[in-house]
């Protein structure tokens, strides 16, 4: 086994450097697609206030009010993992893909 030298090291980092892109200026690889968001219902009348939902939802878009019924804290942190939804034993929770203003507008139309 040999040992690199420092001359030799900084050939391979420039040969990798010169193989590889770099993303330093170009940040048009970095954008994204917008991130889907999602609405939560809650059907009180259906909602005997176990806390289930809140206790599984990761993100803490659902929390318990003083009385400890469920509600909506930010749905916007949404991921739409539908563990709420899941483990509700009530069916009361419902977890849907928020529809764009756009195309709720041409729907009404």
């Known amino acids: 086994m040999t040992k690199n030298t420092d001359a030799e090291k900084s ?39 176990c806390g289930i939902c809140a206790a599984f939802c990761p993100r803490g878009c659902i929390e318990l009010d003083a009385d400890g019924s469920p509600f909506v ?8 993992c539908g563990w709420c939804e899941i483990h509700c034993p009530d069916f009361a929770i419902s977890v849907r893909v928020r529809k764009n203003r756009k195309v709720l507008e041409q729907e009404e139309d």
């Open 11 to 49: 050939e391979e980092q420039q040969d990798q450097a010169a193989l590889s892109p770099s993303l330093e200026g170009d940040k048009s690889c970095l954008s994204q697609k917008p991130r889907k968001q999602f609405d939560i219902d809650i059907f009180r009348d259906w909602c005997k206030s």
């Open 73 to 80: 804290k930010d749905a916007d942190r949404c991921t739409g």
